[in-house]
């Protein structure tokens, strides 16, 4: 077992962690909504306080881990956003909740700027695809036992408990981050061959304070691409992330135990889906490079498959619905993970990385801010999901039109 397999194991369970922080507010939004009289359209807010300040912060956060490097940064983001979850539990009405929720917003939007960073530091070229895509599966296997888990949990130790038990799994992890983690020249978990291979293959180190201004990047044509490429994608995840137990509830007719089964099956599918679909995009570039900028296809194929969830509104069979959500999940996973890989083939200079990627996961939420307070005006105007739906099933085909012309050019702030 290569000893970079370390990195993947943190990357990919801060990544779950993180979801899990998110979905536990799924999970229990009926029981909060009782106990404080939160209205639907109130609770599309709550749902979207996060991505408030992980709109905001998400820039400066890429800034701050290009210059004191993703140790340092991640250690301070999850300790942030740990203790903002269980502050959560803490709450005591509609505006506690919602400024707990701000300030985990707040330490999440470390989160992809310093993973997109570690995995530009520590993986070879040719296997950055996979890699990302394990990291980005950690938001499909963060819902998939979140789902399961925290509806046990507020089932048994109520709403509040649930909270603290998530906030303190984030500060157990990062215990183990401290111990662990350290550049790929420093670390003692990997033999000397192994620190040659990344060391040759990474293309180039990234050292921290030596990167081009935000404002340079911004002159790239192919990084305004991407950035509309993943809000496109990101917007239909928080939809699901954030509606979806809900939607099962109200449409099915499920209890609360039954609807975090039925919510995880869709991101537990698409766990290894999304990881087979990053190996197969590393294995198609292998003989044309990854600076080809082919990756773009596939992101493309992805999005158009995922697009199916405009079917939702005459669907009636529960297995069937089930299985769109799968396939739509699958493929926005893989969309997303494969976008941020395409993001790093295109960067000249890994020291980018992090503006880079801070500015990708920017145009991400700018677009996934909206479908949760969107979704609940939807729902409280016409009294069905309908519309959400048809709504993000058109936002995936934009994506992929975006994405196709929009990111044909290197990402370099020196020929910008």
């Given amino acids: ?10 990357l990919v369970t801060a990544c779950s962690i993180n979801y899990i922080d998110r979905v536990v507010l799924s999970v229990s939004a009926q029981p909060i909504s009782k106990e404080f009289g939160i209205s639907t359209i109130q609770l599309g807010y709550l749902f979207s306080a996060f991505l408030w300040s992980y709109l905001v912060f ?4 890429g800034i701050y881990v290009d210059r004191v490097g993703t140790r340092r940064a991640t250690t301070v983001g999850m300790a942030i956003w740990s203790a903002a979850t269980l502050l959560t539990g803490l709450s005591w ?10 300030l985990m917003g707040f330490g999440e939007s470390s989160t992809y700027p310093a ?4 995995i530009r530091e520590w993986m070879p070229a040719g296997e950055r695809g996979f890699a990302t895509t394990v990291f980005n599966c950690g938001g499909y296997i963060g819902p998939a036992l979140g789902s399961v888990l925290m509806a046990y949990l507020v089932g048994s130790l109520g709403w509040r408990g649930a909270f603290c038990c998530a906030g303190a799994l984030g500060f157990a992890w990062l215990i183990f981050w401290i111990l662990v983690f350290r550049q790929p020249e420093e670390a003692t978990f990997i033999g000397e061959a192994e620190r040659a291979k990344i060391l040759r293959e990474r293309g180039g180190k990234a050292i921290p304070g030596k990167s081009a201004p935000l404002v340079a990047l911004l002159k790239c044509k192919s990084m305004w691409g991407l950035f509309v490429t993943q809000g496109c994608a990101v917007y239909t995840v928080y939809l699901f992330l954030t509606w979806l137990p809900s939607y099962l509830q109200a449409t099915r007719g499920l209890t609360l135990l039954k609807t975090g089964f039925y919510t995880a099956i869709p991101y537990a599918v698409a766990v290894p889906g999304t990881m087979l679909m990053g190996a ?3 294995r198609l570039l292998r003989d044309v490079g990854v600076t080809s900028g082919r990756r773009r296809l596939m992101v493309v194929i992805m999005l158009l498959c995922s697009s199916g969830i405009l079917m939702t509104p005459w669907i009636t069979e529960t297995w069937v619905l089930l299985t769109l959500f799968s396939i739509s999940l699958t493929c926005i996973g893989s969309a997303v993970g494969l976008n941020i890989t395409l993001t790093n083939d295109l960067l000249t ?3 980018n990385a992090g503006r880079a990627n801070g500015f990708l996961v920017t145009g991400g939420n ?7 307070i969107v979704t609940g005006y939807v729902i409280s105007g016409t009294g069905s999901y309908d519309w959400a739906f048809l709504v993000a099933g058109v936002l995936l085909i934009c994506g992929a039109v975006t994405c196709w012309t929009m990111t044909r050019e290197p990402i370099s702030p020196e020929g910008a």
């Fill in 1 to 10: 077992m290569p000893g970079r397999t370390w990195i993947y194991i943190l």
């Fill in 58 to 61: 998400v820039l400066p956060w």
């Fill in 93 to 102: 009405n509609f505006s506690s909740a919602f400024a707990s929720r701000l």
């Fill in 115 to 118: 993973g997109g960073r570690t």
């Fill in 280 to 282: 197969l995009s590393d």
């Fill in 349 to 351: 200079d890994p020291g």
């Fill in 366 to 372: 700018l677009f996934g801010v909206l479908a949760p």
